[in-house]
Nanobody, 122 residues
């Protein structure tokens, strides 16, 4: 089973940018659909976006601001977040889906990272 480790979270002012990384071991990320999710205090885990070998999908609230990419040589997936808003504050998780294409449902993903905190101040 692939192990995932997120990094790159932190505190940023509204309008700023962060790039989250999701590094994998025990598996090859290029073989999986990779998703990013987030969970704010008191809220359910929310789909942010996902990338497969043929498609990239995003939730409407981040379209045009967030970009998912992958570096197969580094076995790493990235979430570039621009024009951050206070409502983007959450713990961000990456996840691997072993079979099939992207999904917006957390239950479809097989491996998860531990999460990284993103806090956007107003």
């Amino acid at each position: 089973q692939v192990q995932l480790v997120e990094s790159g979270g932190g505190l940023v002012q509204a309008g700023g940018s962060l790039r989250l990384s999701c590094a994998a071991s025990g598996g090859t990320l290029s073989q999986y659909a990779m998703g990013w999710f987030r969970q704010a205090p008191g809220k359910e885990r929310e789909f942010v976006g996902a990338i497969s070998w043929i498609a990239t999908n995003y939730v409407g609230s981040v379209k045009g601001r967030f970009t998912i990419s992958r570096d197969n040589a580094k076995n790493t997936v990235y979430l570039q977040m621009n024009s951050l808003k206070p409502e983007d504050t959450a713990v961000y998780y990456c996840a691997a889906k072993y079979v099939g294409g992207v999904s917006q449902y957390a239950r479809d993903y097989d491996s998860w990272g531990q999460g990284t905190q993103v806090t956007v101040s107003s």
